[in-house]
């Protein structure tokens, strides 16, 4: 057969992508190239891989159970090459998957410090509060922010954090302190977008939540500014709200109530064995996040035992993450 790397890469990618265009600007390619190759693999393989019609690309059986087998071989293949060159310089791509706010505020800085270090790597981030399909993104890594429902995905907890009750100083000067949490009730509370409060609340049903304002967002970031403007509470992670509580912007509501943290995942393709640049970058992380986490450092946690049993959140519930 005469089918080579590329055309294997570039049907993968189409299949994740969902179309040739999109493809094509993963790639960086012409959609003219991928077709071809496109073509090209079906031709030699003598199989339709793709359905076509009105300008619209649909994958065929034989196309999905093809992928299936091609992945792994893939990998196997890269974790091979790579294992004759143990010590030889990261090469190739990379591409992570992250939450907008934890991306930009600690996730960056960090890679950052990786990019630098391996300076024969391509690494390709893409930002996004949505939880992504590491698979159908052609992602290597992504990072999670709340408790796992994916089983199908490789995990590593890189570390935890907290939620924080928030509100501005003004607000509370406004609309009367919080002393027990049966004051929460006569209070609003900022929206987030993607899930009731009710849902991601972590002190337990025996604790009622403020009800919800006029004010939502899908962003943990824009969240904290309302916040911040004295439009109501906000319950957000502590990464994204830390340095306005060291600078006095916003101050915690019911520090001692007690709360199960979020677990911060990489996760992962179950792919094996690991490729080498993948591992490199997860020990790099999780190196960087160890012990204390360099924004809870300083900051006094909530309480996270005793008290009303805590409830699992669901996982990426968390706004901003």
């Not at 009750?165 to 003004?170: F, H, I, Q, T």
Request: with cysteine.
């Amino acid at each position: 057969m005469n089918w080579t790397l590329s055309d294997i890469r570039t049907f993968l990618a189409v299949l994740d992508a969902g179309s040739i265009s999109a493809a094509a600007a993963r790639d960086d390619l012409s959609k003219s190239v991928i077709s071809k190759r496109i073509s090209d693999f079906e031709a030699e393989l003598g199989v339709a891989l793709f359905t076509r019609h009105a300008g619209r690309i649909a994958p065929t059986d034989s196309a999905l159970a093809l992928a299936d087998r091609l992945r792994p071989a893939l990998a196997e293949l890269v974790a091979a090459t790579e294992s004759v060159t143990a010590d030889a310089e990261l090469r190739g791509r990379l591409a992570v998957a992250a939450p907008m706010s934890f991306g930009i505020r600690h996730l960056g800085p960090v890679i950052a410090g990786f990019a630098r270090a391996h300076p024969g790597l391509e690494i390709v981030l893409e930002y996004d509060d949505r939880q992504t399909d590491l698979g159908r993104a052609g992602s290597d890594l992504g990072l999670r922010i709340g408790h796992l429902k994916d089983s199908s995905l490789m995990a590593r907890r890189l570390c935890e954090d907290p939620r924080v009750l928030v509100a501005s100083p003004d607000y509370l000067s406004q609309h009367g302190g919080i002393g027990t949490p049966a004051d929460l009730a006569r209070h609003e509370a900022i929206g987030y977008l993607h899930a009731r409060m009710g849902e991601v609340w972590p002190f337990g049903p025996a604790i009622e939540p403020p009800r919800l304002g006029r004010i939502t967002a899908n962003n943990g970031e824009a969240m904290r500014d309302m916040a911040i403007g004295g439009l109501g509470l906000a319950l957000l992670p502590l990464f994204i709200v830390h340095d306005a509580l060291r600078d006095g912007r916003l101050v915690q509501v019911l520090p001692e109530l007690p709360q199960q943290p979020l677990p911060i995942s990489a996760v992962w393709p179950p792919v094996r064995p690991m490729p080498r640049k993948t591992r490199a970058l997860i020990d790099h992380v999780a190196a960087a996040f160890a012990e204390a986490p360099p924004w809870q450092r300083g900051l006094l946690r909530p309480a996270t035992a005793g008290g009303p049993a805590p409830r699992t959140p669901p996982a990426g519930a968390a706004p901003g993450t």
